[in-house]
């Protein structure tokens, strides 16, 4: 797989610029255009800029304009120039490392010096992000002449998360979504709401380890119901909640999170019937919904085969996990009793953040194309070379998610973590995503969201781990 260019064309730069247009001074134009492209993550820290004489030529401008275009950079800290090596992009204080998802509720892996971090599933910001934050900073002051408390959620934010659930094939009402703090959040306002302390939830195994977690500590007791890497055991839900004595279910329906595994619409509908045959809420998990790779899946969300079901959604992987947002969609009925429960944990998300959402959803929702086509290049890559690398693993593609869940020929998923963290690479073993916190130590999930390069680094050590492990 390709590494990352460092090198910025002249011809390259050209076409990101654009034509420029307004009034304003040449050099101001160059410098403000490489700024934003900073700003929105089309230039990266540490991009070596096209020297001043190939600027000049491709430009048409003066050497004078471009050397105070690149003087302008330095002194508002987004460039750096060293004798003889050129001009350098920066960001300003520096680029901050980490911001890694944990897999374990209030625990935080530390990478090692120049280790690479393989335990998160989400992707980095979307190009052009930093735009929709200068937009919504614009929309802000029409907010801030009031107290600022939404518990519920901004007005405008909630119509456009019930809009794209109508464009999905769910019609939905704004009264019916709460903006969360996340799709965590969701799942334990939801859980507070409708469950009694004690109550049994079944989750399939594996299943995301936090919400799991979060599950126990309202006092759930989770029964594991397993799951294969061809996806859930409709048959076996349906027995398993025909027993009896479970009050919820946790369902992942979409892109299921490690195992990549898509339910179709039959599933779905059977899922639903069985939940409200046995008078179990369902709690459905939608934060990868739109992650899909290859095409557009024709399923509809779960909730439109069951009126009762209670569904969590998030931004974080979507759109960033630093937005911070997610959102319950519940059942008119039960709106009340969890917007209750919601105002005991805090009272609303913050305003900037979901004006940023709304402009998102309202204008890209999903995944936006370069990401979408950067993970699926990733997935591809990763799991050939995987393949190539190590044929005695069994993994399936997936057709979405962040990541490949793969089956090991021998229980030694903690031996390989353990063996790759002393070379620099922190994998999480398929033990942390076993709903009974033990077992599943045949099975390693690999996230592919990482760029290219930082893959390509991490493939021979993972690699290496197996083979002296196994």
Avoid at 72 to 78: A, I, N, Q, T
Avoid at 187 to 198: E, I, K, Q
Wanted: proline share 7%; hydrophobic share 40%.
């Amino acid at each position: 797989m390709p590494v990352i260019q460092r090198h910025l064309p002249a011809r390259r730069l050209r076409g990101m610029l654009g034509e420029r247009a307004g009034e304003q001074p040449a050099y101001t134009w160059l410098s403000e255009g490489i700024r934003h492209l900073v700003a929105n993550g089309r230039v990266l820290h540490g991009t070596m800029l096209p020297s001043e004489r190939e600027l000049v030529a491709e430009l048409g401008m003066s050497r004078t304009t471009v050397t105070r275009a690149y003087q302008e950079l330095r002194e508002r800290g987004f460039a750096e120039a060293r004798q003889g090596s050129g001009t350098r992009i920066r960001i300003p204080g520096g680029e901050i490392g980490g911001g890694f998802e944990p897999l374990a509720v209030g625990v935080q892996e530390t990478l090692p010096p120049g280790g690479i971090d393989l335990t998160c599933g989400a992707p980095t910001a979307p190009l052009g992000l930093a735009s929709y934050y200068e937009r919504a900073l614009d929309q802000l002051p029409g907010y801030i002449g009031g107290m600022g408390y939404y518990p519920m959620g901004l007005p405008v934010l909630r119509e456009a998360i019930a809009a794209d659930y109508a464009r999905r094939g769910l019609p939905t009402g704004p009264e019916q979504i709460i903006v969360t703090a996340g799709a965590l959040s969701g799942v334990a306002t939801a859980a507070r709401a409708v469950l009694a302390r004690g109550a049994r939830v079944l989750a399939e195994s594996p299943s995301y380890p936090n919400s799991v977690t979060s599950l126990r500590q309202h006092g759930a007791r989770m029964t594991a119901l397993p799951i294969g890497p061809e996806g859930s055991d409709v048959p076996g839900i349906e027995a398993a909640l025909a027993r009896g004595g479970i009050g919820a279910m946790l369902c992942l329906p979409d892109f299921h999170n490690p195992t990549g595994t898509l339910l179709d619409n039959e599933g779905r509908e059977r899922w639903a019937r069985a939940l409200a045959r046995n008078g179990v809420q369902g709690i459905v998990d939608e934060t990868n919904a739109e992650l899909w790779l290859d095409e557009r899946p024709p399923v509809f969300p779960m909730a439109k085969f069951g009126e009762n079901l209670i569904t969590v959604g998030s931004a974080s992987k979507t759109y960033w996990g630093g937005l911070r947002l997610g959102w319950i969609r519940a059942p008119r009925a039960l709106v009340g009793a969890i917007n209750q429960v919601r105002a005991t944990v805090d009272l609303g998300a913050p305003v900037l953040e979901q004006l940023v959402l709304n402009l998102l959803i309202t204008e890209r929702a999903g995944l936006d194309g370069q990401t979408r086509a950067g993970l699926r290049k990733s997935r591809d890559w990763l799991h050939g070379a995987l393949e190539a690398e190590l044929p005695e693993w069994k993994i399936r593609k997936p057709g979405g998610g962040m990541s490949l869940w793969c089956n090991l020929p021998a229980p030694r998923s903690m031996a390989v973590v353990a063996r790759a963290r002393k070379a620099g690479l922190v994998l999480s073993p398929g033990s942390t995503f076993a709903v009974d916190d033990h077992g599943l130590d045949h099975w390693l999930r690999v996230p592919y969201a990482l760029d290219g390069e930082h893959l390509g680094q991490a493939l021979p050590l993972l690699v290496a781990a197996w083979k002296a492990v196994a």
